[in-house]
């Protein structure tokens, strides 16, 4: 069965600060899919990113980075000089594949990020 | 805009009343999908459709519960004898089925439709 661990319930920073949101899974199979999503207050889920279990490489994009490592089932979103409009909540998500072959994606409980000016 | 769309976006009903919430997805997505989201979680699935076909549903979706897409292409939502436990914001998600794996597993999410069960 897959399981999303974030931790973090709520993260407090002042704007131009760095932080990292924390992101533990767990997972039997081989190939599967890590996303992160925004959700601002207005409620509308936001994709950020998606990797596949095959590739590794870190990314960035902007103020944002990720950083994947499978030895320890983590991907972790970084994001650099925060800013206000950074506030929102923040969830990894893990998709395997069903039976059926669709991917279920499954939701950790999310990351309240509140950016202070 | 192109994006899914939900309506309405808030409901308030009595419990015991029937509601009905729409999803229209993004046009060339052929994948729909439903969640709720209670306060301080992630979203739950809640049902899949690949075009007119409902071809999951979680043990979350009671027999009050029901989904449909009849032409593959909108969906509709029905909880039938709301309950208080109802509350929730019903999310709706689409995804291709064409295109490299990965953008099919990549699912788009509408604002959503706030539930509130007096």
């Known amino acids: 069965a897959q399981k999303v661990t974030q931790a973090q319930t709520e993260i407090s920073v002042v704007e131009k600060e760095d932080v990292t949101l924390d992101c533990v899974y767990e997972?039997?199979?081989?190939?599967?899919?890590l996303f992160w999503y925004k959700q601002p207050p207005s409620g509308e889920l936001v994709f950020l990113i998606r990797?596949?279990?095959?590739?590794?490489q870190n990314e960035i994009s902007g103020r944002y980075s990720w950083n994947f490592q499978k030895s320890t089932s983590s991907f972790n979103f970084t994001i650099t000089a925060s800013q206000v409009v950074d506030s929102a909540v923040y969830f990894c998500?893990?998709?395997?594949?069903?039976?059926?072959?669709?991917?279920?994606?499954?939701f950790g409980r999310g990351t309240s990020l509140i950016v202070h000016p | 805009d192109t994006g899914v769309s939900q309506n309405p976006r808030h409901k308030i009903t009595k419990r015991g009343q029937n509601v009905t919430f729409r999803c229209d997805p993004i046009?060339?997505?052929?994948?729909l999908y439903w969640y709720r989201q209670t306060l301080g979680q992630g979203p739950e699935f809640l049902t899949y459709?690949?075009?007119?076909?409902?071809?999951?549903k979680s043990r979350l979706l009671s027999d009050r519960f029901s989904a449909e897409r009849p032409k593959g292409s909108f969906s509709t939502l029905e909880i039938q004898r709301t309950e208080q436990g109802d509350s929730a914001m019903y999310l709706c998600?689409?995804?291709?089925?064409?295109?490299?794996?990965?953008?099919?597993?990549?699912?788009?999410f509408g604002p959503g439709t706030r539930l509130l069960v007096l």
């Open positions: 997972t039997r199979d081989t190939t599967y899919y």
């Open positions: 046009s060339e997505h052929n994948r």
């Open positions: 998500a893990l998709s395997e594949a069903e039976a059926g072959g669709s991917y279920i994606p499954t």
């Open positions: 459709f690949q075009n007119e076909a409902q071809l999951e």
């Open positions: 990797r596949n279990s095959f590739d590794e």
């Open positions: 998600a689409s995804s291709p089925q064409t295109g490299t794996l990965g953008n099919q597993e990549t699912q788009y």
